[in-house]
């Protein structure tokens, strides 16, 4: 059942600043992250890949960062709007014998204020 | 991108009854579909890996005598709850992965399951 206390990390910004959300994952074998946007009663919505052998890709308006050596991962947001208010979470993917499972991060509550 | 509907979005039921939740690629095959259960404020916590033809695998500390999974084509998965209690009502959340096309998932909608 849902754990007592517990506080999704929370990010607010202005609207047209750039948001940087973070993320350290676990598994030192895992080849693949993704980074996903959940709105409120909705499932998670794909925003940007990344695979283990980049430290960085682009998207429209979004990047992800990669680093390898301390097992963490990193979602940039530029000039970000009232409609990327939402939770993001990360996850990852070991691949082998556990190709398409993934691991969901904690996530991180973004509001932007208009 | 491809679709995934999941049906019902939402339920209430009794507790002590049982509960479908089917999943479907509405526009793609899935030999592998992955089932997901999210409290509220909480993260996604994965159940159990669903494959078309054969046992779902699930992962540890989840009942597979609770949580039946029947995969019967490779465009749909349905999650059983079996003999509902209020410590099951949660968010259900499917995923599929398209045969053949990388790693990338694509979830369906969620299901919320109150059980009174």
């Known amino acids: 059942g849902e754990s007592v206390g517990l506080h999704l990390p929370t990010l607010s910004v202005q609207e047209g600043d750039n948001s940087i959300i973070n993320c350290a994952y676990s598994?030192?074998?895992?080849?693949?992250f993704i980074w996903y946007k959940q709105e409120s009663g909705k499932g998670p919505q794909f925003i940007i890949d990344?695979?283990?052998?980049?430290d960085k890709r682009q998207g429209q308006r979004v990047t992800v960062l990669l680093n390898k050596t301390v097992k963490h991962l990193s979602l940039q947001i530029a000039a970000t709007q009232p409609g990327d208010s939402a939770v993001y979470f990360c996850?990852?993917?070991?691949?082998?014998?556990?190709?398409?499972?993934?691991?969901f991060g904690q996530g991180t509550i973004l509001t932007v204020h208009p | 991108g491809a679709v995934v509907s999941q049906h019902p979005s939402w339920v209430i039921c009794k507790s002590g009854t049982s509960v479908k939740i089917e999943c479907r690629s509405l526009?793609?095959?899935?030999?592998?579909m992955f089932w997901y259960r999210q409290f509220p404020k909480q993260s996604l916590m994965l159940m159990a890996t669903?494959?078309?033809?054969?046992?779902?695998?699930?992962e540890q500390g989840v009942e597979k005598d609770k949580f039946l999974i029947n995969h019967a084509s490779l465009t749909l998965s349905t999650l059983t709850v079996t003999s509902a209690h209020p410590e099951d009502s949660s968010f259900y959340i499917c995923?599929?992965?398209?045969?053949?096309?990388?790693?990338?998932?694509?979830f369906g909608p969620g299901t919320r399951l109150t059980v009174l």
């Open positions: 995923s599929a992965n398209e045969n053949g096309v990388g790693n990338e998932q694509f």
């Open positions: 598994n030192s074998a895992s080849d693949y």
């Open positions: 990344i695979r283990s052998n980049m």
């Open positions: 996850a990852e993917n070991a691949g082998g014998t556990s190709y398409g499972k993934l691991t």
């Open positions: 526009d793609f095959q899935a030999t592998t």
């Open positions: 669903s494959n078309e033809g054969s046992k779902a695998t699930y």
